[in-house]
């Protein structure tokens, strides 16, 4: 009688266990299912696209003599989940200026073009690539931090070369309202003025 209550205590452990490790094995599986939901909404997040201003001089500014770039296109880009990956999205979309329906409709750079970089290289001799990069973005306490490479400088325009780069720039990334300030670089020193 008593290996009958041993083998009958010893099956119902066994199947008690067989039955919690089923919910275990139950809730580690649904955790798995909420884990992947998640990443999968994180991914939609960066897929997804938004409408983004870039900010470009405007025939219409330039003829009452403004230096400032200050009218913005719309271009759909990427909206990625973090704000320094959408900066630097919407930025490079500046250094690659305005579309062929953009410039029909009045809106020029700032950005040295890549004919005004040859240009450029040709009256002065000096040594530099084919075309302005940003090298790097950083935001930190509001402040973004935007290091261009020097073919930025191939713009001999003084003053109110400074003021279109930095009004354009400036606008571009004030559509994020977490950026307050943005200081431009030139392969890590300060944007000066050119004579």
């Known amino acids: 009688m008593f290996n009958k209550i041993s083998f009958l205590t010893a099956t119902l452990i066994l199947i008690l266990v067989a039955l919690i490790g089923g919910v275990t094995i139950y809730f580690v599986y ?24 870039i900010y470009f001089c405007h025939t219409e500014s330039t003829k009452s003599r403004s230096c400032k770039c200050d009218s913005p296109v719309m271009r759909r880009i990427a909206n990625a989940y973090s704000l320094k990956t959408q900066a630097t999205t919407t930025i490079k979309q500046l ?72 009004s354009a720039t400036i606008n571009t990334l004030s559509q994020f309202g977490s950026i307050k300030q943005v200081n431009i670089l030139i392969e890590g020193n300060e944007l000066t003025l050119q004579p």
């Open 95 to 166: 250094l690659e200026g305005p579309t062929t329906k953009e410039k029909e409709d009045g809106y020029t750079t700032s950005i040295p073009t890549k004919e005004q970089i040859a240009a450029y290289k040709l009256a002065t001799n000096k040594k530099m690539g084919d075309e302005v990069k940003l090298l790097a973005l950083d935001i930190k306490d509001g402040v973004a931090t935007l290091n261009f490479s020097k073919e930025i400088s191939a713009f001999s325009g003084g003053s109110c070369w400074r003021e279109a780069i930095s």
């Open 30 to 53: 649904s955790a798995s299912i909420n884990e992947i939901t998640k990443i999968n909404q994180i991914y939609a997040k960066t897929t997804e696209t938004a409408l983004r201003e």
